[in-house]
Each structure stands twice: as C-alpha cells, then as structure tokens.
C-alpha cells in the first residue's frame, strides 16, 4: 500500500472580542470556578478523549468540573440534559451541540442566566453568542480523506460518504470538503452521501445496499467514528476488502482495529484533548472578563499502518478512558 503522508493541519483563531465579564468572581481568586462539559454522546472516545483534557486543564486552573452527555447524538436527548446543568448554575459551559438549528435556543437560554459558553467540536447557526468555538478544520480533513482515497486507489471509481444526519455542523463540513475535491478530479464519480442515524448498525447496511446497487465501488468515506465502524462491517460482509478503500473520520480503538485488520485503510484523527484543553482556557478567560478567540481551529493527523507505531501515530489515537 503506498504510504499516506502525514498531515498535520492547523490553522489558528480570528478575530479576538473582549468578552464580557462572568458573574461571580470574575478576577479568578477567592475560589474556583465552576465548570460543565456536555458532550455530544456518551461513551463515545472522541468525547472521553475530549473529557479527560477539560479535567486535566480545569485542575490546572483550579476549577471544577463536571461532565454530562445524552445516550444519543441527538439534540432532542442533549437540550434536557444542557437544561439540568444550567439549573446547577455553573460558572461556564463548554458545549458540542448536537444539532446547529435545535440547539440554538437551548444554548442561548443558558447565555440569558449569565452563564458563559464555550462550543466544542460542533457549533450553531448563529455562535456569536458563545465566548469562543473550538473546532477542527472539518473542510480540510474531508479533503484530505479524498487524497487518502485517491492515494489508495489510483485508477479512480466511484465513491460514496457515509455521514450521520443533515444538520451536524462538523460531519456536514467533512462531507462538503470530500465531495469538492471529488468533483474537482475527473478520475472519480461522486455517489453522494447516506446517513447512519449514528448507527452502526444502519451504517452497515447502508454499505451492503450500496455495494449490490454499485458492485464498483472503490472507495467509501466515513465522516464520523460509528459509521466507520458499520462501514467497515459493510465492506466485510460483502467480501469486499481488496476492493473497497475505506477511510474512517476518528482514531477510537474500534477503528484502530479495523486499521489493524486492513478494512480500513486510513483514519482521519482530530486532536479532541487540544480542543478540550483550548476550551477550558478561553472559558476561564471568559469569566475572568479576558479578551478571548471568536474561532479557534485545530488541526488532523493522518494515520495508517505505516505510521500507526510512531511517536505522531500513537499520540493521535483516542482514550477509551481517562
């Protein structure tokens, strides 16, 4: 397999605001600030992997926190659980909303109780209302997951994206950043995208119909962690790994396995600690009335069995636990 260059992406944040001044002690001293992380889902190692740097970074701050998550990525299970934690009355949120249109007035309601708030990982419609968002470069890495494809299979083909639901700001961004460098190379058809519901299961199943629509497949590029997982289990059912490139968006230990297996060929790591760890400190600037960044951006890490061992591979793969 030829060997996939690593790319390490990173673009820093625009235009700084001086934020206003939280409630409470905003100079920081006489007591620690109180801090919530919602994740986007439980259980899933982007957001462990996220959650272990909120806590590690808060400490070093000298503030608490504490970390909640819906069952599923759903803002219809997120805006109860955001609802609870604005009732403990936390000094600051940091939050991955689950949806850029549903989420929009539940956060703005928590801005309303002078609660400042940090977007983590996705972001609203409208995220003026936020102290800062943290975010990876989604664009870039879509478009790094086509060069991956395109390293893998040279003779071009047919390809197809796999993603998780309209209206999630981070996988619609991957999805968009694929599908123009798609049209962009004349070698390749573009199948369009399907979504998994975050579903591994329908993940699967989505693939297998795909493959006996279009036996010609040669690539598939899965924008989030579970619909790697399913994609792979698709390509595998249907005996197709010889044929069939996969690259998987995340690096949590099922989808370092599969790499290991070879029925993924490439993963697209984001770096959830640096943006934990990032979100933390704007959130602390913001309550300490400190100019903070509108829009920080962070980078990727692509990883194949070619550099899964080395020093850069192994730092860019997710915790399962802290």
Not at 86 to 108: F, G, K
């Amino acid at each position: 397999m030829t060997k996939l260059k690593t790319v390490v992406a990173m673009a820093a944040a625009s235009a700084l605001f001086l934020a206003a001044c939280g409630s409470g002690d905003s100079s920081g001293s006489g007591g620690s600030y109180k801090l919530s992380f919602v994740q986007g889902v439980t259980g899933d190692a982007f957001y462990i992997t996220m959650g272990c740097a909120v806590q590690e970074e808060a400490k070093k701050e000298g503030a608490t926190v504490d970390i909640q998550g819906p069952q599923k990525f759903d803002p219809t299970q997120q805006t109860p659980v955001l609802q609870s934690v604005v009732s403990s009355r936390p000094d600051a949120i940091l939050i991955a909303p689950t949806d850029v249109s549903a989420m929009q007035r539940p956060i703005e309601q928590a801005t309303k109780q002078n609660i400042k708030v940090v977007l983590v990982d996705t972001t609203l419609n409208d995220p003026s209302i936020a102290a800062s968002a943290i975010a990876s470069d989604n664009v870039g890495g879509g478009k790094a997951a086509f060069e991956a494809i395109k390293q893998l299979a040279p003779q071009g083909g047919k390809v197809l994206v796999v993603s998780v639901q309209p209206g999630i700001s981070t996988t619609d961004a991957r999805a968009k950043g694929f599908q123009d460098a798609v049209k962009a190379d004349s070698k390749f058809t573009d199948l369009g995208v399907q979504y998994s519901q975050n579903e591994p299961q329908k993940a699967a199943q989505i693939v297998t119909a795909a493959l006996q629509k279009d036996p010609d497949i040669v690539g598939i590029f899965a924008a989030n962690l579970f619909s790697a997982e399913g994609s792979a289990t698709g390509v595998r059912q249907a005996n197709k790994q010889d044929q069939v490139k996969i690259v998987g968006f995340d690096a949590g230990p099922d989808q370092v396995k599969a790499l290991q297996d070879g029925t993924v060929q490439a993963l697209v790591a984001q770096q959830p600690g640096k943006i934990g760890q990032v979100g933390v400190q704007q959130a602390i600037k913001a309550l300490k009335g400190e100019k903070t960044e509108t829009k920080v951006q962070t980078g990727f890490t692509i990883v194949t069995k070619d550099n899964l061992d080395s020093p850069e591979g192994k730092a860019a793969l997710y915790k399962s636990s802290c």
